[in-house]
T-cell receptor
Framework: EAGVAQSPRYKIIEKRQSVAFWCNPI?????LYWYQQILGQGPKLLIQ????????DSQLPKDRFSAERLKGVDSTLKIQPAKLEDSAVYLC????????????FGEGSRLTVL | DQQVKQNSPSLSVQEGRISILNCDYT??????FLWYKKYPAEGPTFLIS?????DKNEDGRFTVFLNKSAKHLSLHIVPSQPGDSAVYFC???????????FGTGTRLTIIP
């Protein structure tokens, strides 16, 4: 079974530029998450989708971050304009159902903002 | 506000000995707890979980203990193996909501 796919793996941009990350979850997984992991910290939830609807985006900085999951499958996370403090690994995860349980994570997209 | 805390950033253990990783939480609404393991340049992978109706859950070399009154859980690895060297994250959630709140992680190094 294929895992959660993310791209790009690495991205370096200047501050105020824009960047987009793509995620393809495990086939059949209805729930998709974007987490931000800053160096030395644990992953922090940015947004949670159930199919193509948003369940929780309370910690998403909506002035600069946006995410969509059209057709309830793959998803994109966009940052515009980027700030220095956005340097982090962006992790996508998926799961089968909206109950507490096991999330399957992708390898992450490492963003460096200069 | 750090609701899930892992106060030991790193831990070194001799191969074959027991590794004990600790985690504390402050939100009494949490009723489901998980441990994830992360190797460099990879995403976290699920290791073991426990619900608040239990105080112990065992899976092979891995055992998680939950002390609800102390709001504390621990992961025991016996015996420790070199492949166990990784960063371990404790996570907590409320059953019915898959949102996970993670701790800051503990880097475990197993010394051959």
């Amino acid at each position: 079974e294929a895992g959660v796919a993310q791209s790009p793996r690495y991205k370096i941009i200047e501050k105020r530029q824009s960047v987009a990350f793509w995620c393809n979850p495990i086939s059949g997984h209805a729930t998709l998450y974007w987490y931000q992991q800053i160096l030395g910290q644990g992953p922090k939830l940015l947004i949670q989708f159930q199919n193509n609807g948003v369940v929780d985006d309370s910690q998403l900085p909506k002035d600069r971050f946006s995410a969509e999951r059209l057709k309830g499958v793959d998803s994109t996370l966009k940052i515009q304009p980027a700030k220095l403090e956005d340097s982090a690994v962006y992790l996508c995860a998926s799961s089968l159902a909206l109950v507490a349980g096991e999330l399957f994570f992708g390898e992450g997209s490492r963003l460096t903002v200069l | 506000d750090q609701q899930v805390k892992q106060n030991s950033p790193s831990l070194s253990v001799q191969e074959g000995r027991i590794s004990i990783l600790n985690c504390d939480y402050t939100n009494s609404m949490f009723d489901y707890f998980l441990w994830y393991k992360k190797y460099p340049a990879e995403g976290p992978t699920f290791l073991i979980s426990i619900s608040s109706i239990k105080d112990k859950n065992e899976d092979g070399r891995f055992t998680v203990f939950l002390n609800k009154s102390a709001k504390h859980l621990s992961l025991h690895i016996v015996p420790s193996q070199p492949g166990d060297s990784a960063v371990y994250f404790c996570a907590a959630s409320i059953i019915g909501n898959e949102k996970l709140t993670f701790g800051t992680g503990t880097r475990l190094t197993i010394i051959p």
